[in-house]
């Protein structure tokens, strides 16, 4: 029989503290030429000879490299190998029976289930080829207990492999469902996985594929790294959960049912790796004992890399305790969805950060920090159908960079987040009633945990509303938005409003309203904003209307207001403010005019207003009072007045002589 060489580039990987400290520099096989999986007639094929051996090895002598091109039969006996004997693989097989080495070496592709090998040996490399036939891994749907065996098998051969000192476990086409997981819930799923050793690279091919043999239990992992096992690689295949085929009969959830588990481990990639239908989460990125236990092992230097996401029941990437974890380049698609045969489970998501933490005592007292998320980089994905990229709980720096996303990116009860320079082209669902960027939520004005988040640089088309902010302590600047609904909303959904805000030098074009607000702006500035809208530029209702922000005050200045552009000219809108309390409106350009209502402490100073269609301030219905208006110009239609009262002007409204009135 022919000899194929083989030729495997393992390689390693590097990470470099930076200023950020990101993973910026990291050494990998980008290829699949640079770590080769045999092809079918190298491995597996090779297998089919039977031509019996004509050569014993009772005969061989020491320093002797023997070479298996053909079946060898032991016939049940024990062969004691003299001094530095190796057996060579060329496409033959040695069985029934055993071997005993002394000082000796052996191809990892002579071993099997059908060679007891014993004594001193090594292997012929660091690489550990697995042929699942020569191990009794039964392919396809099977029983409970094969699927358990087919288990026990894998872990054991992987185990073997990192024993003999092999650093790379080579699997090329396989179809098999595995056991795992434990009925009785005493041991912890990552530990009733396939668990991955230290120091050690899984590279699997395009037809390798793993699967969770259907059960009932809450809580499930398929493979894992944990328990400190450091510098691990899992490389291509294709890993898929039992989400479709999971009984979930027994009371709960069954949203842990995870697929991969990284478990306080460092420096692991994941790279090329498929993962589809888990019953919880595709991959986890979590610690062992909490944050706040000395005994916490953390999991950082993560890379998570060109890999796919299919259809997880809750998440199809989750991160829940961690740090300097990098995601990048891969594909998700459609987290947390319904399927025929399975509801989603919340919060359906393509990516979560969702670290638990909880205050001792009081709301803003001492801060008990169960799981802890930081230093997280989340760059150049590409998110297809439904599921948001989230985070929940989180300490920054936390970027999402680079996303080609159809559904959202959202942050809550979080602080130094960085949602930049994405891009965002709407679905259907999106277009119909979806948010590209979620900033805050408006119940964290007061939140100690919620500051100095920005969203800045990114390009959003087709959304039902482009941004969507509420809480404290973020910036908004130099987007491009052009949405069906609303550019920009503020305050939408439950709690307070947003305070010590800014909305600045965004450029919005909307089919009804450009910048819409509600509830509390307190220190907000809206400024140096383009807004293109077919209905309102501005709609600003129901803002400081509570005793306790009678005070509050936020800006609209420097903006170009206008309607939608008709053949080359932009058409005349009214800006709406109804029941505002404390804006100052300046040097704002507007096409159109204000259309205001019941609103006070306005002061409106140094505006450009031009219309052909309205006033440019209409006085409607309830009165506004204790406002002040100065130095405003306006060009308008000979059909309409600078300041039109609809209702009898209130005494505290002043009208300087410094308006310039056409």
């Known amino acids: 029989m022919r000899n194929v060489p083989y030729y495997l580039l393992v390689f390693s990987f590097i990470f470099i503290s930076c200023s950020n400290e990101s993973i910026d520099e990291v050494v990998i096989a980008q290829n699949e030429k640079d770590l080769e999986i045999p092809k079918n007639d190298e491995s597996e094929e090779a297998y089919d000879a039977t031509a019996p051996c004509d050569f014993s090895l009772n005969d061989v002598s020491e320093n002797t490299v023997v070479t298996i091109n053909c079946i060898l039969d032991l016939n049940g006996e024990t062969i004691t190998l003299p001094s530095n004997v190796t057996l060579d693989f060329d496409g033959g097989d040695i069985k029934n029976g055993s071997i005993e080495f002394l000082n000796g070496t052996i191809d990892s592709r002579l071993l099997s289930n059908e060679l007891a090998v014993t004594g001193d040996y090594k292997l012929k490399d660091d690489m550990f080829y697995f042929i699942p036939s020569r191990w009794g891994i039964i392919q396809g749907e099977v029983s409970n207990e094969i699927a358990a065996e087919n288990k026990n098998i894998i872990q054991t051969s992987i185990d073997k492999a990192s024993k003999l000192q092999a650093n790379t476990f080579i699997i090329n086409k396989m179809d098999a469902y595995f056991k795992v997981g434990d009925p009785t819930g005493r041991i912890v799923p990552e530990n009733a996985a396939i668990s991955l050793p230290a120091n050690f690279t899984l590279k699997m091919s395009s037809e390798t594929h793993l699967r969770v043999q259907p059960n009932n239990y809450k809580k499930h992992t398929l493979m894992s790294v944990t328990g400190g096992n450091d510098n691990v690689v899992i490389d291509g295949g294709n890993l898929h959960g039992d989400r479709d085929e999971h ?16 478990k306080g481990t460092s420096n692991t990639i994941v790279t090329g790796v498929t993962f589809r239908d888990a019953t919880g989460d595709g991959l986890n990125v979590s610690g062992i004992y909490h944050y706040f236990d000395e005994r916490h092992i953390p999991s950082q230097q993560i890379l998570i890399t060109n890999n796919k996401f299919y259809n997880c029941r809750r998440i199809n990437l989750s991160i829940t305790s961690g740090n300097n974890i990098t995601v990048e380049n891969n594909t998700f698609v459609d987290g947390g969805i319904d399927t025929d045969k399975s509801k989603g489970a919340a919060p359906r998501c393509n990516f979560n950060i969702e670290s638990f933490r909880r205050w001792e005592g009081e709301f803003g007292g001492t801060l008990k920090e169960y799981e802890k998320v930081t230093h997280v980089y989340v760059r150049n994905n590409i998110q297809k159908g439904r599921g948001r990229f989230l985070t929940h709980h989180s300490d920054g720096p936390v970027i999402y960079e680079g996303n080609e996303m159809e559904s959202a990116i959202s942050f809550q009860y979080a602080n130094g987040v960085q949602i930049k320079n994405n891009i965002f082209n709407a679905n259907a669902e999106s277009a119909e009633n979806g948010n590209a960027i979620t900033a805050g939520v408006a119940n964290t004005t007061a939140h100690p945990l919620v500051f100095g988040n920005e969203v800045y640089g990114n390009e959003i088309y087709g959304y039902h509303t482009g941004i969507n902010t509420g809480g404290k302590d973020v910036k908004i600047y130099d987007n491009h938005i052009e949405a069906r609904t609303s550019g920009i909303a503020i305050g ?22 450009g910048i819409r607000a509600r509830k509390l702006l307190k220190n907000v500035d809206i400024s140096g904003n383009t807004v293109t809208a077919a209905t309102n530029p501005l709609h600003i209702s129901n803002i400081n209307q509570n005793p306790d922000e009678a005070s509050a005050t936020f800006t609209l200045s420097n903006n170009i207001l206008r309607g939608a552009n008709q053949n080359n000219t932009y ?16 040097r704002n350009v507007v096409t159109g005019g204000f259309s205001i209502e019941g609103s006070k402490n306005i002061t409106a100073i140094d505006n450009e207003i031009e219309s052909t269609s309205t006033d440019g301030f209409r006085f409607r219905e309830t009165a506004t009072t204790h406002s002040n208006f100065s130095e405003n110009s306006f060009n308008l239609n000979s059909n309409f007045e600078c300041f039109n009262f609809e209702i009898t002007r209130n005494n505290t409204i002043e009208i300087s002589s410094s308006n310039r009135c056409n």
């Open 247 to 262: 009984d979930y009969s027994i009371a709960g959830s069954h949203e842990w049912g995870h697929i991969l588990q990284i």
């Open 492 to 513: 939408y959904g439950n709690g307070e409003g947003l305070v010590n805000s800014s909305i600045t030098n965004n450029t919005i074009k909307t089919d009804q309203y």
């Open 571 to 586: 058409s005349s809108k009214l800006s709406i403010l109804n029941n505002v309390n404390g804006v100052n409106l300046n």
